[in-house]
Protein backbone atom coordinates (compact mmCIF):
# COMPACT_ATOMS: atom_id res chain seq x y z
CA UNK A 1 0.00 0.00 0.00
CA UNK A 2 1.50 3.36 -1.18
CA UNK A 3 1.54 5.88 1.47
CA UNK A 4 0.45 9.30 0.63
CA UNK A 5 2.11 12.38 1.88
CA UNK A 6 0.70 16.05 2.31
CA UNK A 7 2.80 17.93 0.03
CA UNK A 8 3.75 21.28 2.01
CA UNK A 9 4.92 23.09 -1.13
CA UNK A 10 0.98 23.24 -2.60
CA UNK A 11 -0.69 26.11 -0.71
CA UNK A 12 -4.71 26.48 -1.27
CA UNK A 13 -7.81 24.99 -0.41
CA UNK A 14 -6.94 22.05 2.15
CA UNK A 15 -8.20 18.50 1.03
CA UNK A 16 -11.26 18.29 3.78
CA UNK A 17 -12.84 15.30 2.35
CA UNK A 18 -9.82 13.18 4.07
CA UNK A 19 -8.37 12.34 7.40
CA UNK A 20 -4.44 11.75 7.84
CA UNK A 21 -3.55 10.92 11.24
CA UNK A 22 -0.08 11.30 10.76
CA UNK A 23 -0.33 14.98 10.83
CA UNK A 24 -1.06 16.23 14.61
CA UNK A 25 -2.86 19.31 13.46
CA UNK A 26 -5.49 17.29 11.50
CA UNK A 27 -5.93 14.80 14.25
CA UNK A 28 -6.71 17.68 16.75
CA UNK A 29 -8.65 19.65 14.09
CA UNK A 30 -11.13 16.40 13.52
CA UNK A 31 -11.04 14.99 16.88
CA UNK A 32 -12.32 18.65 17.90
CA UNK A 33 -14.67 18.66 14.89
CA UNK A 34 -16.01 15.58 15.97
CA UNK A 35 -16.11 15.74 19.96
CA UNK A 36 -14.07 12.75 20.34
CA UNK A 37 -10.71 12.12 21.79
CA UNK A 38 -7.70 12.13 19.31
CA UNK A 39 -7.05 8.19 20.16
CA UNK A 40 -10.49 7.62 19.09
CA UNK A 41 -10.07 9.33 16.28
CA UNK A 42 -6.82 7.65 15.12
CA UNK A 43 -8.68 4.28 15.67
CA UNK A 44 -11.91 5.36 13.57
CA UNK A 45 -9.33 5.83 11.28
CA UNK A 46 -8.25 2.78 11.15
CA UNK A 47 -11.55 1.15 11.09
CA UNK A 48 -13.21 3.04 8.82
CA UNK A 49 -10.81 4.39 6.35
CA UNK A 50 -9.52 8.04 6.23
CA UNK A 51 -12.84 9.20 4.28
CA UNK A 52 -14.46 12.33 6.67
CA UNK A 53 -17.37 11.01 5.30
CA UNK A 54 -16.63 7.33 6.17
CA UNK A 55 -15.51 8.67 9.61
CA UNK A 56 -18.84 10.31 10.51
CA UNK A 57 -20.84 7.07 9.79
CA UNK A 58 -18.46 4.65 11.24
CA UNK A 59 -19.23 7.56 14.94
CA UNK A 60 -22.99 7.68 14.34
CA UNK A 61 -23.42 4.01 14.23
CA UNK A 62 -21.34 3.21 16.92
CA UNK A 63 -21.95 6.37 19.54
Known sequence: MQKIMDDKSKTGKADDSQININESYEVQYWSEKFNVPQETLKSVVRAAGT????????????N
Open 51 to 62: RVDDVRDYLAEN
